[in-house]
């Protein structure tokens, strides 16, 4: 099954703030479920779209990675990185994942996905941005206060490591769940997409659990 895409947030606009809105927890709804038996999940978080997008190749090929994978006994990775964990050094807030073997890389997937484009095919596939961390604009931080502030990331191998002038000691981080489109933002080496995440004290952050 497909995590779901993202709507209306297009190339370098806003906002990004974090969202646990209807849509985003659809998102996380999607992830969760990756733990019913003999199912996959292909993230399409950075190929923006509406109801339904235009960009439908690499979201199949995506798809296709899991059949391959699990079905056919291909040694290859199917997964985009998943939040497994962060800790707190100082005024930094260092994010672990899973399935991010090898480093994280950033791409965006708009350069070529916009037929209005001059050559452009509109086959939104990821290209990698060589030392691309400062134009990743998707990670907030929360202190004790509870409010989340414009975060930026330094990636060490496969973790991300995150900071914001205004959170000195940070408790929560949030990346991409108000939308990603096609901004910048973090893959694995198989230039699969990072899955959304917001949590707060090491909890997921839900509507329930966050009601203000």
Same mark, same amino acid.
């Given at each position: 099954?497909?995590?779901?895409?993202?709507?209306?947030?297009?190339?370098?606009?806003?906002?990004?703030?974090?969202?646990?809105?209807? #849509?985003?927890?659809?998102?996380?709804?999607?992830?969760?479920?990756?733990?019913?038996?003999? #199912?996959?999940?292909?993230?399409?978080?950075?190929?923006?779209?509406?109801?339904?997008?235009?960009?439908?190749?690499?979201?199949?090929?995506?798809?296709?990675?899991?059949?391959?994978?699990?079905?056919?006994?291909?040694?290859?990775?199917?997964?985009?990185?998943?939040?497994?964990?962060?800790?707190?050094?100082?005024?930094?807030?260092?994010?672990?994942?899973?399935?991010?073997?090898?480093?994280?890389?950033?791409?965006?997937?708009?350069?070529?996905?916009?037929?209005?484009?001059?050559?452009?095919?509109?086959?939104?596939?990821?290209?990698?941005?060589?030392?691309?961390?400062?134009?990743?604009?998707?990670?907030?931080?929360?202190?004790?206060?509870?409010?989340?502030?414009?975060?930026?990331?330094?990636?060490?191998?496969?973790?991300?490591?995150? #900071?914001?002038?205004?959170?000195?000691?940070?408790?929560?981080?949030?990346?991409?769940?108000?939308?990603?489109?096609?901004?910048?933002?973090?893959?694995?080496?198989?230039?699969?997409? #990072?899955?959304?995440?917001?949590?707060?004290?090491?909890?997921?952050?839900?509507?329930?659990?966050?009601?203000?």
């Amino acid at each position: 099954f497909h995590q779901f895409y993202s709507p209306g947030n297009h190339v370098n606009k806003g906002p990004n703030h974090p969202s646990i809105g209807s #849509t985003a927890e659809m998102r996380l709804g999607t992830l969760l479920a990756r733990d019913i038996p003999d #199912t996959g999940m292909a993230s399409q978080i950075d190929i923006q779209g509406a109801i339904h997008y235009g960009n439908k190749s690499v979201p199949g090929r995506r798809l296709a990675l899991h059949a391959l994978k699990n079905q056919y006994g291909k040694n290859i990775v199917a997964d985009g990185p998943v939040y497994r964990s962060y800790k707190v050094k100082g005024n930094q807030l260092i994010v672990s994942f899973d399935h991010a073997e090898g480093g994280l890389l950033v791409a965006d997937a708009g350069y070529n996905a916009n037929k209005r484009n001059e050559g452009a095919t509109g086959f939104a596939d990821p290209k990698v941005i060589e030392n691309g961390a400062d134009k990743v604009t998707l990670f907030y931080l929360a202190g004790e206060d509870r409010v989340w502030h414009p975060a930026k990331v330094r990636i060490d191998g496969d973790k991300a490591i995150v #900071t914001s002038a205004a959170v000195k000691k940070p408790r929560g981080v949030a990346y991409g769940t108000g939308g990603i489109g096609f901004q910048p933002n973090l893959y694995n080496k198989a230039l699969l997409p #990072t899955s959304p995440f917001i949590v707060y004290d090491n909890e997921l952050v839900k509507s329930a659990t966050w009601p203000d």
